[in-house]
T-cell receptor
Framework: GAGVSQSPRYKVAKRGQDVALRCDPI?????LFWYQQALGQGPEFLTY????????KSGLPSDRFFAERPEGSVSTLKIQRTQQEDSAVYLC????????????????FGPGTRLTVL | RKEVEQDPGPFNVPEGATVAFNCTYS??????FFWYRQDCRKEPKLLMS???SGNEDGRFTAQLNRASQYISLLIRDSKLSDSATYLC???????????FGTGTLLAVQP
């Protein structure tokens, strides 16, 4: 079946531009996560949704970052007034359950959006 | 200090070799443990979960030592296709977020 999809796959922005990154999770998955992966580093957590509720946004690096999932399926990560340090791969992941106590609730990752800010 | 620490490598090994990766985590509240594999310019994919009793999946064996907060991955009879970055991952807290190490790069040579 279809996995997690993300668009665009590549985005080049001029410093100061706003960008919007889209994630289509696996159909029916309750949980959705956004991670940021800088070059040579492991992914770092940004935010988490259970259905349409944003339950954890502790990883968002500044108030320029905003995420939403209004209908509990597709999610958008928006970055306002992009800076060069925002250049990274933005990964979206989804999992079927909403139970964080269940370690078998595997997170499936999308291919990511590679953002380059000039 | 990062919450999950790994040797970044690279580990350059010949085909058929056995290679071991180690990882330590600092938060004793961590609940679940995983190894993910990430190929160059691709997304991370779950390789295996790690349990205290140890678990094996073909050529791959993972171990967890909660007392020492230490996780290991052993790959036997390395294949060229095993070349990738191996990410040590823990799951902590109420929201199931994953905490990743920086990854260990493995290059299997012919």
């Amino acid at each position: 079946g279809a996995g997690v999809s993300q668009s665009p796959r590549y985005k080049v922005a001029k410093r100061g531009q706003d960008v919007a990154l889209r994630c289509d999770p696996i159909s029916g998955h309750v949980s959705l996560f956004w991670y940021q992966q800088a070059l040579g580093q492991g992914p770092e957590f940004l935010t988490y949704f259970q259905n349409e509720a944003q339950l954890d946004k502790s990883g968002l690096p500044s108030d320029r970052f905003f995420a939403e999932r209004p209908e509990g399926s597709v999610s958008t990560l928006k970055i306002q007034r992009t800076q060069q340090e925002d250049s990274a791969v933005y990964l979206c992941a989804s999992s079927s359950l909403g139970d964080p106590r269940d370690p078998t609730d595997t997170q499936y990752f999308g291919p990511g959006t590679r953002l380059t800010v000039l | 200090r990062k919450e999950v620490e790994q040797d970044p490598g690279p580990f350059n090994v010949p085909e058929g070799a056995t290679v071991a990766f180690n990882c330590t985590y600092s938060n004793s509240a961590s609940q679940s443990f995983f190894w993910y594999r990430q190929d160059c310019r691709k997304e991370p994919k779950l390789l295996m979960s790690v349990y205290s009793s140890g678990n094996e999946d073909g050529r791959f064996t993972a171990q967890l030592n909660r007392a020492s907060q230490y996780i290991s991955l052993l790959i036997r009879d390395s294949k060229l296709s095993d070349s990738a970055t191996y990410l040590c991952v823990v799951n902590r807290g109420a929201t199931n977020k994953l905490i990743f190490g920086t990854g260990t790069l493995l290059a299997v040579q012919p």
